[in-house]
């Protein structure tokens, strides 16, 4: 009633059902995620209706979750910023739908949002096991220009607006520390398996120094985005936190919508290319389209900052190659990280615990991940230009 602003709206037959983390609507690593099906009446006309449910966690899970502050980010992002950059592209006559609608959110006495269901207007993940491929990217590429360019007008006109969200996903406060074991202890785990591979001896001496040094770098790379050009990032844009609308007729996407924003944070752009670039595109197509894409993200972002008449600094097309080259150990971190997660066979990782810490059962499957055939090949090429590019170099 209050999302609609429409007081006749009633509810009954209520049937909530979990839904299976990574399975259907985002990988909620850091969230219990339920669909609420139900029949929806409105004046005399009653029809199905269903909505997505993002629960905080319990156990060590929501432990971590709190402390990162997890939800009252994301809350923070749907309140705040998202609703923003909708207003804005509607001001010059874009439709564009950037992330699900957000109906209701609370903070006490647990944190909970209730978002659109993305399935019933027809969008769907991407094929489990796969990166993504050109006809993905594009469009998603097209969605984060034009949500990092309107971020840049609302942060210019409500500086405080942004102070939130200026805490790095990898920051020195030690409550974010239980979390951010999970780079370093997957970084190591692929040194131990490029340690076995003839011809790599060096690459393998340098992933191992990364493994040690990983989070140090990262906090400085992180706080070197003070004095820079900054925008709204999503923190976590992969392949699971993405829902695809298919043509019919063409079977190619015509459409897709971000999801997750509880690691969301204001900072350079190449966090968000980066991290995306690497860690959720074939590699082939990335080899072909790297900087056809990264032209694309910026045409689309300073069309979208013209159109707003924004008349501050836009970062030229070479600029922002140079920032995503000064940033690079994103796309090494998501490269490392998170692409051997897209190729897990299972749904493996159950919890946080498994997925950030040195557990028995944690290390099983990240061994499991890193010896997938499919990821070896994918680390095999990606690993070897990291090395030419000097991004191993910590």
């Not at 001496?205 to 992180?222: C, D, H, I, P």
């Not at 595109?281 to 910026?298: A, D, G, P, T």
Request: glycine letters at 4%.
């Amino acid at each position: 009633k209050e999302y609609f602003k429409d007081d006749t709206l009633e509810v009954h037959e209520i049937v909530v059902k979990s839904i299976n983390a990574g399975g259907e609507i985002g990988s909620g690593f850091a969230s219990e995620m339920h669909r609420a099906t139900f029949n929806l009446k409105r004046k005399d006309v009653t029809g199905k209706f269903s909505v997505i449910i993002k629960d905080h966690p319990k156990g060590f899970t929501g432990v971590v979750a709190h402390k990162s502050k997890l939800f009252k980010r994301e809350i923070m992002a749907y309140k705040e910023i998202l609703p923003r950059i909708e207003e804005l592209l509607a001001s010059i006559g874009d439709t564009t739908k950037i992330a699900p609608a957000c109906y209701y959110t609370t903070e006490s006495p647990e944190p909970f949002l209730i978002l659109e269901d993305m399935q019933v207007t027809g969008f769907e993940n991407f094929e489990k096991g796969r990166l993504l491929n050109l006809d993905h990217v594009l469009p998603t590429v097209e969605k984060l220009a034009k949500l990092h360019a309107c971020s840049v007008l609302i942060a210019a006109e409500n500086p405080k607006i942004m102070e939130f969200f200026e805490e790095a996903p990898i920051s020195r406060n030690p409550d974010r520390k239980d979390f951010l074991t999970f780079f370093p202890v997957n970084i190591r785990c692929v040194a131990e398996e490029i340690a076995h591979w003839k011809g790599y001896e060096e690459i393998t001496e340098k992933m191992f120094k990364l493994a040690e040094n990983v989070l140090q770098s990262a906090v400085e790379m992180y706080e070197s985005h003070e004095q820079g050009f900054r925008v709204f990032n999503v923190a976590d844009l992969w392949v699971d936190n993405l829902m695809f609308h298919i043509n019919n007729e063409t079977k190619d996407p015509d459409n897709v919508v971000l999801l997750d924003f509880q690691l969301s944070y204001y900072g350079s752009p190449a966090m968000d290319l980066n991290y995306f670039l690497y860690g959720s595109l074939n590699e082939n197509v990335r080899k072909v389209h790297l900087k056809y894409i990264i032209r694309e993200y910026h045409r689309i972002f300073k069309e979208t900052l013209d159109k707003l008449h924004y008349d501050g600094y836009i970062p030229s097309l070479k600029d922002l190659t140079i920032e995503l080259i000064k940033n690079s150990l994103q796309g090494v971190i998501a490269a490392t990280c998170l692409t051997p997660i897209i190729f897990m066979e299972k749904d493996g990782f159950e919890n946080l615990e498994n997925l950030a810490s040195r557990t028995e059962e944690g290390d099983q499957i990240r061994r499991q991940n890193v010896e997938n055939p499919k990821y070896r090949a994918f680390l095999q090429r990606t690993v070897k230009e990291f090395e030419l590019c000097g991004f191993l170099d910590v």
